[in-house]
């Protein structure tokens, strides 16, 4: 059935399907060629996508061939497909807006080490920035135009400094993203 149509119709089928990006190796198996034809074809696609006036490319990562959504259209991405974090990452989201800036370390002590991951994931979606500042051994974290762009935030309720009411912030920050 797929005998007949071109191997760059194929390495782009595949590349679409599997949704990551793929060796030369990997596509030749997938494509069911050799190296050299899988190599020619992504040649080809390639050459056809740069060619086309298209919001899609096919470009080479350290991880292999990618089919990927052009880089002029990632603000486009950002506004249609929402962001779903889970109930820590918003919490750690939510301590980090309020204390804004904090050293990851404090963090730490605030949230648990779990917060570790919900950093990077904060990070890969460009919630919050994470910076060394000088000596520090920890890194510092602040929110970015995204977060207040995000949640419709214009400013974030100040911080009280009693413990048993330094709560009652994030739990109406919370109350505010869910929303």
Do not use: W
Not at 35 to 57: F, K, P, S, V, W
Not at 93 to 107: D, G, V
């Amino acid at each position: 059935m797929l005998k007949n149509i071109p191997i760059a119709a194929k390495i782009e089928a595949i590349l679409y399907l599997k949704g990551k990006p793929l060796s030369i190796s990997e596509i030749a198996e997938y494509a069911k060629c050799d190296r050299l034809i899988a190599e020619e074809g992504i040649i080809e696609l390639m050459e056809n996508y740069a060619r086309r006036d298209t919001a899609l490319e096919v470009i080479e990562t350290e991880h292999g061939y990618s089919l990927q959504l052009r880089s002029d259209f990632h603000d486009l991405v950002q506004a249609l497909i929402p962001v779903e974090f889970g109930v820590g990452a918003l919490r750690t989201l939510a301590a980090i807006a309020l204390h804004n800036p904090i050293l990851q370390s404090e963090l730490i002590n605030l949230r648990g080490s779990g917060a570790y991951q919900h950093v990077q994931e904060l990070v890969e979606s460009g919630f919050i920035r994470k910076r060394r500042e000088g000596d520090s051994r920890s890194f510092t974290l602040q929110i970015t135009p995204k977060f207040h762009q995000y949640f419709q935030i214009e400013e974030l309720p100040q911080i009280l400094t009693t413990p048993e009411k330094e709560q009652q912030p994030e739990v109406e920050l919370e109350k505010t993203i869910k929303n």
